[in-house]
Each structure stands twice: as C-alpha cells, then as structure tokens.
C-alpha cells in the first residue's frame, strides 16, 4: 500500500522534469557560444544545477513505498538499471546503426570516431542518473537489511560526500573492474553522475525521508528544519568553496564536499520553497494536477525526453542554434515528450486491462470445468 503523498515533494519534482527538458535541449542543440555567451544559456546552464533535486526526492519518496524489504529493493533497483542501460542503447545505438550514425560533432566531442566498437561500447556503458539510482538502492537495500536507525544512511552520505574527491578517479588497473571503478569513483565524462560523491544526496533524502516519518508527517514542522539544515548546509559548503573553489567546484559533475554540500542546502531550502508555493496555489486544482501527473510519471518521461532530444538531432543539428531558435525548440520537446508519455500510457493501460481480461476469462472457463 502506498502511503500518502508529499504535495511538495510532487510540485518539486514536476518541476525539475520540465527543468531537465529545458537543460537537454539547450545542452544538445544550443551552440557552445549560446550555452556560455548568452544570457538564456547561462540561466538554463544554472538551472542544469538542480538535477540533485530528482536525487533528494527519490530518497525521500523511498520511505513512502510499503516495498521496503531487501529483495524488493534489489528487484527495484536491478530495474533501474536495465532501464538506463536500455535507454543508451535508445538514445544511441538505435541512431547509431539505423538512422546512419550519430552527427560526426557529437561523437568527436567524446573523442570518439563514429560506427566503431570502441564508440559502441562507450555509448552503451555511459553512466547516467539511472546507473547511479540503481548502484544506490542496491546500497540502501544493504543499509536497510542491517539497520533501520535514520542516522545510518546520513553518516553514509556525509562520508562519501568527504571522500569524494580524494577517490576520484580511482582504478585498479584491470579491464572491466575498472568500468566498475568508474561507476562508483569517475572524474571523466563516461560516467557523468558517479556514486562519489552523487549517491550522498539520495542516502540523505533517505535520512530526511525517516525523520519526516518520525516527525508523524507533520510537513509544517518537516520542511521548516529543513529549511534550517539547508542555510546551515549552504554557510558550511560556501566557505570551502571559497577556500578552495577548483577543488571543491570546478567540476559539476565531479564534485568535492564543498559544492556537494552547497547543493544540497539549496535543495532543501527548494523544498522549503515548495512546500510555501503548494499552499499558494492550492485553489489552482487544473495546474496542480499538472505538476503531479509529470511527478507520478518522472522516469518515462525522463526516458522519453532524452529519446526524442538525442534522435532530434538528425532534424535540428547538434551544438548548431542560437538561443532564440533554442527558446522555440524547448515547448516543442516538451510537448512532444507529453504527448508520446500519454501515448506510452495509453498503451500500457490498454495491455494491462488486455491483461485482466483474459485472466478473468481463463478463471471462468476453469469454474465452469469444475461445475
């Protein structure tokens, strides 16, 4: 039985799915002066930063499922990943092989030359958000099985969070184990969201997910000591940062303590946020239930969304436009990711009742042999 839901976890969410549209399709379709030289490139780049928001939220959200045992977790996770090892091969093998090869650019940009197996083999192992959802839940599952005191997986966080760059980068040499390695220590653009130090903001939404739990779901008094944690978080993570911003921030997608605490001040201080704006615009049911459809969808349409951005390609370029053709590309991705995701439901609502019908149909006709 799935408990009730978080309408501040729900609008947070929402709206970090359509940040994520907007982030994908300035990074594949923007040119790099419109990334970097431009004031919509520089706004949307920053927004990129929230992607820690899916991370939090998905270890608060844990706590919600009745499935908390170790095989369940463990089934959810293994899910996970062939979903994102399923979605490299979507989002490049499938335009690799059949449309006629990925643009020359994108490839290049990796180092890579198009149609050949090292590049196959790259695409298909890049590590995503996905790989780091799956590698973490197998972590949670083992926490779990062993403990279920709230601190545990905060402590967890906090030590990978100070480990992070001193393990950066680490390999032990041997083919394979080092893709591993990679998985969990990257400093390199294989493996853009590595368990070092990334898994520490689930493991901490886990935390802050049992004591929301103990709290007796009381949100008022939840989301106000988290807006407390998230100020305390953003002092401590700033003065590191300034004592040493390359270690700490030169590499978003590698980052030391510093800016992986500074990051997840700002994601709690965004729930906070959240919770205030729920309440606000609580009479608006029309726009509400839109925020919550995208958040009860967030993985399909994550899925869908880099499908259709990365197969784009082959119609807008890659790295080609300037930011006012990027502004117009944004509601045309986003709507067509809506309006594949309906289909995609539409679909699957259409076997699962196929489903229940033919069950229902085999269980009458074995009644009908007994009588």
């Known amino acids: 039985m799935e408990k009730k839901r978080i309408a501040a976890i729900d609008f947070a969410r929402g709206i970090s799915v359509l940040l994520v549209i907007i982030v994908h399709t300035m990074l594949i379709y923007g040119s790099i002066q419109t990334q970097t030289q431009t004031l919509l490139g520089e706004i949307i780049l920053w927004m990129g930063r929230g992607t820690p928001m899916f991370l939090v939220i998905m270890g608060i959200s844990f706590n919600q499922s ?8 463990c089934k959810r996770a293994l899910i996970i990943l062939l979903i994102g090892y399923g979605l490299n091969i979507l989002k490049f093998w499938v335009p690799e092989y059949i449309f006629g090869g990925l643009p020359q650019r994108f490839v290049e940009a990796y180092g890579l030359i198009s149609q050949t197996l090292d590049s196959a083999l790259f695409f298909l192992c890049l590590g995503d958000i996905l790989q780091l959802a799956g590698i973490t839940l ?10 279920q005191n709230k601190w545990i997986p905060l402590i967890i966080g906090l030590i990978i969070i100070s480990l992070s760059k001193e393990m ?21 653009f294989n493996v853009y ?41 953003i002092l401590v993570g700033a003065i590191l940062i300034k004592i040493n911003p390359e ?3 030169g590499d978003y997608y590698h980052l030391g303590p510093g800016g992986s605490i500074v990051l997840m001040g700002v994601m709690l201080l965004f729930l906070w946020i959240s919770n205030i704006l729920t309440i606000l615009i609580g009479e608006y049911k029309t726009l509400f239930k839109g925020i919550t459809y995208l958040s009860k969808n967030v993985t399909s349409l994550y899925v869908i969304q880099w499908i259709l951005i990365n197969w784009g390609m ?48 085999i269980k009458q006709s074995k009644a009908q042999l007994i009588e």
């Open 66 to 73: 009745s499935r908390q045992h170790f095989s369940a977790i």
């Open 138 to 147: 197998f972590i949670i599952a083992c926490i779990n099985h062993f403990s």
């Open 168 to 188: 950066s980068g680490y390999r032990i040499g041997i083919a394979g184990i080092d893709y591993l390695c990679d998985l969990f220590f990257s400093n390199k």
């Open 193 to 233: 969201f590595p368990v070092f130090p990334w898994s520490s903001f689930i493991l901490i939404g886990v935390f802050l997910g049992k004591w929301y739990k103990e709290l007796k779901e009381n949100e008022n008094t939840f989301f106000k000591k988290i807006a407390i944690q998230g100020i305390v978080f």
């Open 247 to 249: 270690y700490h921030f």
């Open 314 to 361: 082959y119609v807008f370029g890659f790295w080609e436009h300037n930011q006012i053709t990027v502004a117009l590309l944004i509601p045309v991705m986003t709507l067509l990711t809506l309006m594949v995701n309906a289909a995609f439901l539409n679909c699957k609502n259409k076997l699962t009742n196929t489903k229940l019908l033919c069950f229902q149909k």
